[in-house]
């Protein structure tokens, strides 16, 4: 006889902006159910209460109902250590929205706690399964255009911090800690080699107490060199991703997935640039490469990830697979986001193997 899959029941802990894009995301997985709502602001559990939820009265009752597998917590960042680890001793599986904690220390405390409790705890770290970026990997991996030796990755817009507690340092906001803890994750899953050093600056242009913006240079120990960009006030966006290698180049502009693969022709010899016209002056150093030497190509995409964040977090439970966000990942992060921070207050390259 086919045994039937177990149901885990979800409690979303937040129900703001990323607790009920949860819920969406996680009602057409089969093994995963949304067993209520807990928010500390009213209106938010009047919400969840006219979309079907059942809405708790208290953590405590979130934590004490024993048909609750799951606590996903989607609150502000300076309260997940505390809701985790509370739910984690109640024997809750735990997922948590990104930044995890405001600090790597912090982490390690949670981390302690699920060992201890022999729960899965894990980030979610979800853009990891972007388009763009399992594109790119899969093009450095293939080496399409040759070696990889500087990369650049950005997000960018003109609208600002949110008007909410991310502009607040108390609840862990500003951009470092909101988008930069993505592409951060991003980077270190394209290579192996460790960080030799870091520099960066923050931006605070809009005035706030918490940065609006950062640039980070980034030099690993295998030569690797990488720009991590994030801005909240660019009218006008570079590309999402810009990656050099020994044998090309390779664009991709946006989530559109607009862009191409430009590389060196093999079977035609070293052609000589011809002089153009540049400004006030020639020059052949900046002159396009001819057309018979150099090949195009479409940025081509990919099937789609055999395995949903969600859909790993369960086969870990049940012990079929390892968890897709490792804890030793995520604090590598956290203390490369540290490091930045330090390098940014005391404008210096900090030399640091991460």
């Given at each position: 006889?086919?045994?039937?899959?177990r149901?885990?029941?979800?409690?979303?802990?937040g129900y703001?902006g990323?607790?009920?894009?949860?819920?969406q995301l996680?009602?057409p997985?089969?093994?995963l159910?949304?067993?209520?709502?807990?928010d500390?602001?009213?209106y938010?559990?009047?919400?969840?209460?006219a979309a079907?939820?059942k809405?708790y009265?208290s953590?405590?009752?979130?934590l004490?109902?024993?048909?609750v597998?799951?606590?996903l917590i989607?609150?502000?960042?300076?309260?997940?250590?505390?809701i985790a680890i509370?739910?984690?001793?109640a024997?809750?599986h735990v997922i948590c929205?990104?930044?995890?904690?405001?600090?790597s220390?912090?982490?390690?405390?949670?981390?302690?706690?699920?060992?201890?409790e022999?729960r899965?705890?894990?980030v979610h770290?979800?853009r990891?399964?972007?388009?763009d970026f399992?594109i790119?990997?899969d093009?450095?991996?293939?080496k399409?255009v040759g070696e990889l030796?500087?990369?650049?990755?950005r997000?960018?817009?003109?609208?600002?911090i949110?008007?909410?507690?991310?502009q607040l340092k108390a609840y862990?906001?500003?951009m470092?800690?909101?988008?930069?803890?993505?592409?951060l994750?991003?980077?270190?899953?394209?290579?192996?080699?460790?960080?030799?050093?870091?520099t960066?600056t923050?931006?605070?242009i809009?005035?706030t107490?918490?940065d609006?913006g950062?640039?980070s240079?980034?030099?690993f120990k295998?030569?690797?060199?990488?720009?991590?960009?994030?801005?909240t006030t660019n009218?006008?966006?570079?590309p999402?991703?810009y990656?050099k290698?020994t044998?090309?180049?390779?664009v991709?502009?946006?989530w559109?997935l607009s862009?191409?693969?430009?590389t060196?022709?093999?079977d035609v010899?070293?052609?000589e640039?011809?002089?153009?016209r540049?400004g006030?002056?020639l020059?052949?150093?900046?002159a396009p490469p001819?057309e018979?030497s150099?090949?195009k190509?479409?940025?081509?995409e990919?099937t789609?990830?055999t395995?949903?964040?969600?859909e790993n977090?369960?086969?870990?439970?049940?012990?079929?697979a390892?968890?897709?966000i490792k804890?030793?990942?995520?604090?590598?992060?956290?203390?490369l986001i540290?490091?930045i921070f330090?390098?940014?207050?005391t404008?210096?390259?900090?030399?640091r193997t991460?």
């Amino acid at each position: 006889m086919k045994m039937e899959n177990r149901i885990y029941n979800v409690v979303i802990i937040g129900y703001g902006g990323m607790g009920s894009y949860h819920v969406q995301l996680i009602e057409p997985v089969q093994q995963l159910a949304i067993a209520g709502v807990y928010d500390i602001v009213d209106y938010r559990m009047e919400l969840a209460a006219a979309a079907g939820y059942k809405t708790y009265a208290s953590l405590d009752a979130v934590l004490t109902d024993q048909a609750v597998d799951i606590v996903l917590i989607a609150t502000p960042n300076d309260v997940h250590k505390e809701i985790a680890i509370q739910a984690l001793q109640a024997g809750k599986h735990v997922i948590c929205e990104k930044p995890v904690t405001i600090t790597s220390a912090d982490f390690l405390d949670i981390v302690e706690v699920a060992k201890k409790e022999n729960r899965a705890f894990t980030v979610h770290q979800n853009r990891r399964w972007d388009e763009d970026f399992r594109i790119i990997k899969d093009i450095i991996s293939k080496k399409n255009v040759g070696e990889l030796f500087h990369l650049e990755s950005r997000v960018q817009g003109a609208n600002g911090i949110p008007g909410d507690w991310r502009q607040l340092k108390a609840y862990g906001g500003g951009m470092l800690l909101d988008w930069g803890v993505h592409l951060l994750d991003q980077l270190l899953l394209i290579t192996d080699s460790q960080i030799e050093s870091v520099t960066a600056t923050l931006s605070y242009i809009l005035g706030t107490e918490v940065d609006d913006g950062f640039t980070s240079f980034i030099e690993f120990k295998d030569g690797l060199t990488a720009v991590i960009e994030v801005g909240t006030t660019n009218y006008v966006k570079l590309p999402r991703w810009y990656i050099k290698g020994t044998e090309g180049t390779a664009v991709i502009r946006d989530w559109d997935l607009s862009g191409e693969i430009v590389t060196r022709n093999p079977d035609v010899a070293h052609v000589e640039p011809k002089p153009i016209r540049a400004g006030q002056g020639l020059t052949k150093t900046m002159a396009p490469p001819s057309e018979e030497s150099t090949l195009k190509f479409p940025i081509q995409e990919l099937t789609a990830a055999t395995e949903s964040f969600y859909e790993n977090f369960v086969s870990s439970i049940e012990g079929k697979a390892e968890l897709a966000i490792k804890s030793e990942e995520v604090h590598r992060v956290l203390v490369l986001i540290e490091t930045i921070f330090e390098a940014a207050a005391t404008k210096s390259v900090i030399q640091r193997t991460i």
